[in-house]
């Protein structure tokens, strides 16, 4: 720790102090001076460090204006939370969680921004994948406990299927391995209840990672499936289509348009979708299939 310190306040280590042997009537006295001084240095680092961690610590919070941003994202404010965040790196990150499976860095939550309006039912935000492009997507496999169960596998393959099929001027390809070199979007799996989480694109990339919970191993490929599209569909920029009601998940409450607007595509409805997959909740009787719906809006997008 003391010399970690040192190195990082700039100050000289330690043994450098001592391999002077000039002046010996002084060499007490300076030592003494010398060790004081590094006390006090350390005690500032030290309390530098402290107040570096505080204030890491004390940086994200869910303040109104926090609340008033993802309002004007046409994002449901009503219970957004904080959580700690793993990287794909390892690091991690405070973060917050929106609608139960969105997130939103701090730094992200300040570059978004609707301008014009949102522009199609499923309640894109204006963060969209640069088209046309060939997305990799990397299953992470394995023994780890990051590593995709065979369920999984199995579920994001059909999913990536059902995209391709489409034609879009976005296009997946998909690889198991336990290395993400060259991944655009890397799939992994963490101890939770089923579900999953992921984030919008921005600088036309698509979302770095999904994140698939541990409790989608009970259920049958098809709702691992459903999953696995539907947080890809956040990745490329898709919202919940029942923005107005959540009613998927048995609620009624209105996200909101915050004044910009939501322009419905051509030949979409405007009420409840019961069979889209980007409703905002899933049931275990979920095939992965995209209905017609889906399948405009994609086209319209990509």
């Given at each position: 720790?003391?010399?970690?310190?040192?190195?990082?306040?700039?100050?000289?280590?330690?043994?450098?102090?001592?391999n002077?042997?000039?002046?010996?009537?002084?060499?007490?006295?300076?030592?003494?001076?010398?060790?004081?001084?590094?006390?006090?240095?350390?005690?500032?680092c030290?309390k530098?460090?402290?107040?570096?961690?505080?204030s890491?610590?004390?940086?994200?919070?869910?303040?109104?204006?926090?609340?008033?941003?993802?309002?004007?994202?046409?994002?449901?404010?009503?219970?957004?939370?904080?959580?700690?965040?793993t990287?794909?790196?390892?690091?991690?990150?405070?973060?917050f969680?929106?609608?139960?499976?969105i997130?939103?860095?701090?730094?992200?939550?300040?570059k978004?921004?609707l301008?014009?309006?949102?522009?199609?039912?499923?309640y894109?935000?204006?963060?969209l994948?640069?088209?046309?492009?060939?997305i990799?997507?990397?299953?992470?496999?394995?023994?780890?406990?990051?590593?995709?169960?065979?369920?999984?596998?199995?579920?994001?393959q059909?999913?990536?299927?059902?995209?391709?099929?489409?034609?879009?001027?976005?296009?997946?390809t998909?690889?198991?391995?336990?290395?993400?070199?060259?991944?655009?979007?890397?799939?992994?799996?963490?101890?939770?209840?089923?579900?999953?989480?992921?984030?919008?694109?921005?600088?036309?990339?698509?979302?770095n990672?999904?994140?698939?919970?541990?409790g989608?191993?009970?259920?049958?490929?098809?709702?691992n499936?459903?999953?696995?599209?539907?947080?890809?569909?956040?990745c490329?920029?898709?919202?919940?289509?029942?923005?107005?009601?959540?009613?998927?998940?048995g609620?009624?409450?209105?996200?909101?348009?915050?004044?910009?607007?939501?322009?419905q595509?051509?030949g979409?409805?405007?009420?409840?979708?019961?069979?889209?997959?980007?409703?905002?909740?899933?049931?275990?009787?979920e095939?992965?299939?995209?209905?017609?719906?889906?399948?405009?809006?994609?086209?319209?997008?990509?």
């Amino acid at each position: 720790m003391i010399t970690n310190i040192t190195i990082f306040c700039k100050e000289t280590p330690f043994s450098n102090l001592f391999n002077n042997p000039q002046k010996p009537i002084m060499k007490k006295i300076k030592s003494i001076l010398a060790l004081s001084f590094i006390a006090l240095t350390l005690f500032s680092c030290n309390k530098e460090e402290e107040a570096t961690a505080q204030s890491n610590q004390e940086s994200l919070k869910v303040t109104q204006d926090v609340l008033n941003k993802i309002s004007s994202l046409s994002l449901n404010n009503s219970d957004v939370q904080v959580i700690k965040h793993t990287k794909l790196d390892g690091t991690i990150e405070d973060a917050f969680l929106v609608e139960g499976d969105i997130i939103i860095t701090q730094d992200q939550l300040n570059k978004m921004d609707l301008h014009g309006g949102i522009t199609t039912e499923q309640y894109r935000t204006t963060n969209l994948v640069s088209a046309p492009r060939t997305i990799k997507v990397v299953g992470l496999s394995g023994t780890g406990t990051s590593a995709l169960s065979t369920n999984m596998r199995a579920g994001l393959q059909s999913a990536i299927n059902r995209y391709n099929n489409l034609g879009l001027s976005i296009n997946f390809t998909l690889t198991f391995s336990s290395s993400t070199s060259g991944a655009n979007i890397v799939v992994r799996r963490q101890s939770g209840s089923a579900g999953g989480v992921a984030g919008f694109p921005s600088g036309g990339a698509p979302y770095n990672s999904v994140t698939l919970y541990s409790g989608l191993d009970t259920y049958s490929t098809g709702v691992n499936a459903h999953v696995a599209a539907h947080e890809i569909g956040h990745c490329i920029g898709l919202r919940h289509t029942d923005w107005f009601s959540r009613q998927s998940c048995g609620q009624n409450s209105n996200e909101g348009t915050a004044g910009v607007g939501a322009i419905q595509i051509p030949g979409t409805p405007s009420g409840y979708d019961s069979t889209s997959y980007m409703r905002a909740c899933f049931s275990s009787s979920e095939t992965g299939a995209f209905n017609g719906n889906d399948v405009t809006a994609l086209n319209y997008l990509y």
